[in-house]
């Protein structure tokens, strides 16, 4: 069933918040120890920052990989995590964690999914990632009425004054598809030099020469309106100066920036934004709630993959006695391990 | 060496500076406020600095891929970069920058 639309909450071993490097990696290492997992991430698709913020770039730390790019990395722990089925709820963000009258974890997602388990592994990183702000007085007046960071229903467009900023692929995508619904389209950029698809730059500007919409080369420096109603924005150019184009909405596209966001009211001790854990377990200062990776803190912490991948280990050893309290802790090697190689489907 | 840093407050810091450095990492370490989430691998635009006129023509030139990633950054000046593109060294010991708005 989609998310969103289940009538029952999902159950399941561990929730984990992020699926960037260190949540796949602890799907793994709890998969041994036969413990199955539900993965929830803002992004539309696995990665975290290897795949937001430097897909394409190398990564050299990796033991026993000498290079590899953000995206490598990613694809590789997909699979070698793909034996264990991990269930994942992308374009999500976790907002809220409860526990139920039976001792589960229920954590509920901004869009309706509700997940219970045994164990939650916050592994988010710097946090969500979340659209940039423009730092314009008054904008947040303006959110979800006339400003908006995302579209998720074009029709809603339909008919209005637009204005879209930025340079990037959100930016000349969105410009391309909207300017046929909207009554007017202009797409303000500060340089006259874009970043996103080349065929994309192309088509906008070949609407921009057939009339069908305006490109000003400015940043926007003010908004108009008022009752959550934009009339226009005040843009501004260092030679031209100020002036200000009616519009009715505003889409700011510049690109994500992370926000630690809802894990804040998971009421966790927090210590600058990061969540203090115990070096044996990683646990955090709630019982069956633990995390890993960049966004936990302890003496000695160092933010690297490898180190986060050396925590989910020890944090999956701790949510076994959680998960399964009945079992005795086995530690086995998968080179030797015939229970281990059938896991991973090899024996 | 010194890089004097200008904060949102409009307060300026004088920083010690090690050869090498990148200008965020400096910022960084003397736990003044700048985000620099990708760890200065220039994708993420999130640390944003003017630098003092006098000084822009010290700077090496800007890459290709730092013009791209100040898309990505608001209040874009000409004088604008991303600390973590300048690396320190003798001939900008005094360096004076201003932390952009974020």
């Not at chain 1, 409860?98 to 946090?127: N, P, Y």
């Not at chain 1, 305006?214 to 108009?224: M, N």
Request: with cysteine.
């Amino acid at each position: 069933m989609p998310d969103g639309q289940s009538q029952n909450p999902i159950r399941t071993d561990v929730t984990i918040v992020g699926a960037g490097p260190c949540g796949l990696f602890a799907v793994f290492e709890l998969g041994l120890l036969d413990i199955k997992c539900h993965l929830v991430d803002i992004l539309d698709r696995p990665g975290g920052q290897c795949a937001e913020l430097y897909p394409e770039k190398p990564i050299y730390d990796i033991p026993a990989v000498p290079i590899c790019t953000g995206q490598e990395l990613t694809d590789k722990l997909m699979e070698q995590i793909a034996p264990f089925d991990p269930v994942f709820h992308f374009g999500q963000m976790a907002t809220a964690l409860s526990k139920t009258e039976d001792g589960w974890w229920r954590l509920t997602t901004d869009m309706d999914t509700v997940i219970e388990s045994k164990v939650i592994v916050i592994a988010a990183g710097g946090g969500s990632f979340m659209p940039k702000k423009p730092p314009i007085k008054d904008i947040d007046a303006f959110e979800d009425t006339s400003v908006f960071y995302a579209v998720r229903q074009m029709e809603k467009f339909r008919g209005k004054h637009l204005v879209i900023a930025g340079g990037g692929d959100s930016a000349l995508d969105w410009t391309v598809n909207l300017q046929p619904l909207a009554a007017s389209l202009t797409l303000v950029h500060r340089r006259d030099d874009f970043r996103a698809a080349p065929d994309t730059v192309n088509k906008m500007r070949q609407l921009v020469a057939s009339g069908g919409m305006t490109l000003e080369i400015a940043q926007i420096s003010g908004l108009e309106g008022s009752d959550g109603q934009l009339t226009g924005v005040v843009l501004k150019d260092k030679d031209k100066g100020e002036w200000s184009i009616p519009c009715d909405m505003l889409l700011p596209f510049y690109g994500l920036t992370m926000k630690l966001g809802p894990v804040a009211e998971f009421g966790l001790n927090l210590n600058e934004n990061l969540i203090p854990v115990d070096t044996e377990k990683f646990q955090t200062s709630t019982e069956g709630i633990f995390a890993i990776g960049d966004i936990n803190t302890y003496p000695g912490k160092l933010k690297l993959i490898l180190s986060g991948f050396h925590e989910a280990a020890l944090m999956s050893q701790a949510a076994h006695r959680i998960v399964h309290p009945d079992r005795k802790l086995r530690f086995q090697y998968t080179t030797s391990s015939t229970d281990l190689q059938q896991k991973l489907g090899v024996a | 060496m010194i890089v004097r840093v200008t904060d949102r407050g409009g307060v300026e810091h004088a920083l010690e500076a090690l050869d090498g450095w990148r200008v965020m990492e400096v910022i960084r370490d003397w736990g003044l406020p700048i985000k620099a989430e990708c760890g200065g691998a220039c994708s993420c635009a999130t640390c944003h600095i003017y630098v003092d006129p006098e000084w822009l023509d010290r700077l090496p030139a800007k890459s290709a891929e730092e013009e791209d990633m100040l898309d990505g950054c608001f209040e874009v000046e000409d004088n604008s970069r991303l600390a973590c593109q300048i690396l320190m060294r003798d001939t900008l010991d005094g360096l004076k920058v201003t932390l952009a708005p974020g």
